[in-house]
C-alpha cells in the first residue's frame, strides 16, 4: 500500500528549477510514491475507463493524496484539469460506490509553486487575487470529494530561486509532508 501519493503535474519539470527541487526532496520521504504525470501522460490524453481505472487504483491504496504543480495562468496545468475530468468523474459520478465512496476521507494535500511574491497575490497585488482564493476550485472538489483539505504548501518566485533558496524550499516541503503525515496519521489512528 502507498502511504503518500504525490502526483506531479508539471509540462516540463526538465525545465523546471522549484518543482524539480521539490520532486527530488519528495522523493526523500519514507513511504512516498511519486508520480510525474506528464511522463505518463505525454499527450495529456487520461482515458477515462482504461486509464482511470489504474489511476482510481492507485488513490484508493493511498493513504493520503498530495497534489503538486506550478500555477499557471492563476489555475492548475491543463494535465491536471484533464486528469480531474476523467478520473474524479469516474470515480464519483460512474463508480460512485465502488470507487467514490471508498476515497473519501483520504486526507489532500497541495504544493503548488508561484512565480510571483507573496505580496503579488491579493488586493492591490500584480494578481489580484489571494492564493486562497485561487485555490477555491480546487478546495471545492476536495470537498465535494469528502477529501479532508490540509493546508496548501506553497513556493513563490518559483522561476527566480538562487541555489541557497532552493535548497530552503527543498527543506520546508519535506517538513511540510512530514506534518502531513503526522498529522493524518494521527487522524487515521483516531478513527480506528
Known sequence: MTQTLILLFHPNIAKSKANAALQAAAH???GAQVVDMQARYPSGHIDMHTDGEAEARALLEADRIVLQFPIQWYSTPALLKAWQDAVLTRMYYIHAA?????????????AATAGNTPSAYGPGGANHFTIDELMAPLKATALRCGLPWHSPHLVFRADRLKPAELAAAQES????????????????????
Open 28 to 30: 526523500t520521504i519514507p
Open 173 to 192: 516541503y519535506v517538513r511540510a509532508l512530514n506534518d502531513f503525515i503526522a498529522t493524518t496519521t494521527i487522524l487515521d489512528q483516531t478513527a480506528a
Open 98 to 110: 465502488a470507487e467514490g465512496d471508498r476515497l473519501a476521507g483520504t486526507p489532500l494535500m497541495i
